[in-house]
């Protein structure tokens, strides 16, 4: 139980453009689902949590109107990395809460390469 | 975003050797969790805390929650080969915010 999948694994883009990354619990409701975006060898870093329904709460310094979050069914949220950039490669991860206990379950996590 | 001070940041040792790391923070968090990632793949829960001074276990691994509530370690013990990976708490607070630590990078070597 408690598996998420992210969608796609790899992208390669051009500078510019824009790149939707989906993450879906699986075999659980996840009413909070929260993304991270990692640099090697780094920590995660939390960029937004999202409840089912409503709008995302963003970290400070996270643009919203750069990684636009969609959290609209308790089984799947979206970001869209939009007019990416090459400083936007990096790794990212979505994790999901379900409707019981505080434990995140982890997606495999997104390498977004922006060229 | 917050983080939470995680050491050591790299261990390197031989197998079979016992592991110990630790985190801590400034402010106090409701549950502590613990995590590993292998590389290029997301982290994989390994063990919950719910509660100050709980100690809880799974198979080689060992963590408590501090009495603080600022701080949690975890134990590995008997290490293997297939325990090289990095090592991240993770807390949250009150206001149900979570966050991570520096990460420890364990290498054990055979």
């Known amino acids: 139980g408690a598996v998420v999948s992210q969608h796609p694994s790899r992208v390669i883009c051009k500078s510019g453009t824009s790149v939707k990354i989906e993450c879906r619990s699986l075999?659980?409701?996840?009413?909070?689902m929260f993304w991270y975006r990692q640099f090697p060898k780094q920590s995660l870093m939390l960029m937004a949590t999202s409840n089912e329904g409503s709008k995302a709460t963003y970290e400070q310094g996270v643009e919203k109107d750069k990684f636009l979050i969609n959290h609209a069914s308790l089984t799947l949220s979206t970001l869209t990395v939009t007019s990416a950039h090459p400083e936007d490669s990096s790794f990212y991860i979505c994790s999901a809460r379900g409707t019981s206990g505080n434990e995140q379950f982890f997606g495999p996590g997104t390498r977004l390469t922006v060229l | 975003g917050q983080q939470l001070n995680q050491s050591p940041q790299s261990m390197f040792i031989q197998e079979g050797e016992d592991v110990s790391m630790n985190c801590t923070s400034s402010s106090i968090f409701n549950t502590w969790l613990w995590y590993k990632q292998d590389p290029g793949e997301g982290p994989v829960l390994l063990i919950a805390?719910?509660?100050?001074?709980e100690l809880t276990s799974n198979g080689r691994l060992t963590a408590q929650f501090g009495i603080t509530r600022k701080d949690s370690f975890l134990n590995i013990s008997a290490s293997i080969p297939s325990d090289v990976g990095i090592y991240f708490c993770?807390?949250?607070?009150?206001?149900?915010?979570?966050?991570f630590g520096t990460g420890t990078s364990l290498t054990v070597i055979p």
């Open positions: 805390l719910y509660k100050a001074g």
């Open positions: 993770a807390g949250q607070n009150t206001g149900n915010q979570f966050y």
């Open positions: 075999d659980f409701q996840a009413t909070t």
